[in-house]
Each structure stands twice: as C-alpha cells, then as structure tokens.
C-alpha cells in the first residue's frame, strides 16, 4: 500500500485532493508550533474566543498517471533546492528574501510526495475529479504571486502563507470554495486561507470586467461581505509580522 500524500491510485484519471496537517507536524516543527500557540493565543483573546488547531494545507493532484505534490514550504526545510520548485519568495520582510533561511518555495513535485503526510488529519478530502479543473490547478501553479510570507502586502486582511496558495489555486481553477469539503478539520483554523480567496476574487472580477473599467471592490466568496480594494491590514497579519517567529505560522 502506498504511504499517504505519495502517488497513490494512479490508475485514477484525474482528480483533485486536499490535505490538512497539523501546523508544525514532523520532527522539524518544534520552532513552528512554538509561533503557532503564541499566534493563536493572541487571536483567541483578542476575537473572545476559544483557542483553535492551526492546520497547514496542500494538494495532490492526479493527471495522465502521475500525482503532483503542491505545496509552500520554508527553503531550509530540504537539504538544498528542494524537488519540484516553480517559484521563490521572501518570509517576514521583502529583503529578509536574501537569507534562505527567509525564503519559501512553492513546489509543483511531479510523482513527489507531501512530507509528514501521515500526520494529516481527515484527509484526504477529494475536492474534485474533474480532468479540466485537475489541469487547470497545475497550470495555475507557476503564476502563483510571491508575496512576502507572513504579511499582508495585498490588503486582503489575512496574512500570505501556504494555506493562501491552496485556496487561491482552488478558487481559480472552478472549485466550490464554500463546499464544506474545503474547510479545516472540526476545531481547526487555517490562516491564511482567506487572503488567497480574496485574492483570487479580485482576478477573476478583473478578467470579468475588465473592458467594462468596473472593479472597484471584491466579495470575499468564502462568505465575508464586500469590502474595498484598500481595506487596511488584519490584525492577524500584524501579529505575525511582530512575533519573532510567527512567520513560521501556516507552514
């Protein structure tokens, strides 16, 4: 039987599958899980609420008998260039960018596996099983924008991490970005998640409109109410760019 998050079922045409792992799963995760408890203890006060598990997200996907792996992840966590890397950003702050220990890769790893994939909680989930939207998502990959880990640079009011590529990948390519398939295990959160769907809202009302000179705005389609394109940053965002290790949160 093949290990979970590898290249299972291949002899499924096309379909498209989401992971949940606990923020910081692995042996490596120590420092991870440290920011993520400070994070979410500030959060859970803050919103008067109680305390949530913090999950990490990435994808298989299944296409022509091979599985890709998708996911965001730190540079120093692979010895060296890790397989499978289609793009590079800062964590923290833009010029943090020129240290590897301050960079993210996001990884489209053909017959690849996700690491620690057998930590993942209720997973995995199949979104879909649709051969355009499976292609649709790896074409998507490479365009994927490259803002700095941790902050909220594109004013979606939630910081940018590896839950926003998940999310920005699904709402692009077709998904149902409200379906209950697509939301965190039962007391669990996944920040992050919201800014990739706003940003993903705001390209696809661009491409819409765009010989009309309409958008002024978005709606958020995981169910907030439309807000302008230059709502301030998040107090989330905020936190994680204080902490000293936060950036860390949604690895």
Do not use: K
């Not at 120590?30 to 913090?54: D, K, T, W």
């Not at 060296?80 to 010029?95: C, L, M």
């Not at 941790?150 to 590896?162: K, L, V």
């Amino acid at each position: 039987m093949t290990a979970p998050g590898g290249p299972a079922h291949l002899d499924d045409q096309a379909s498209v599958d989401l992971y949940w792992l606990p923020l910081g799963a692995g042996q490596s995760g120590q420092c991870v899980r440290g920011s993520g408890r400070i994070y979410e203890a500030f959060m859970s006060a803050r919103q008067h609420r109680p305390r949530l598990r913090l999950y990490h997200s990435a994808l298989i996907v299944r296409l022509d008998g091979h599985a890709h792996a998708i996911e965001m992840a730190p540079v120093w966590a692979v010895g060296g260039h890790g397989p499978g890397v289609v793009s590079e950003g800062s964590v923290g702050a833009p010029s943090w960018g020129r240290s590897r220990l301050f960079r993210y890769e996001v990884r489209c790893w053909r017959d690849g596996t996700i690491p620690d994939a057998s930590t993942a909680v209720d997973s995995p989930r199949r979104v879909s099983s649709s051969r355009s939207q499976a292609n649709q998502v790896l074409r998507l990959v490479e365009s994927f924008p490259t803002a700095t880990w941790g902050r909220d640079e594109q004013q979606a009011g939630d910081m940018w991490n590896s839950n926003s590529l998940t999310a920005w990948l699904l709402a692009l390519s077709g998904h149902d970005v409200r379906s209950t398939a697509l939301q965190p295990p039962a007391g669990g959160a996944a920040p992050g998640w919201a800014a990739g769907l706003v940003v993903a809202n705001r390209a696809r009302a661009g491409q819409a409109c765009s010989s009309e000179g309409c958008c002024g705005g978005w709606t958020d389609q995981s169910g907030g109410s439309s807000l302008p394109a230059s709502s301030s940053c998040s107090a989330s965002a905020a936190v994680a760019c204080t902490l000293p290790a936060a950036w860390w949160v949604g690895a």
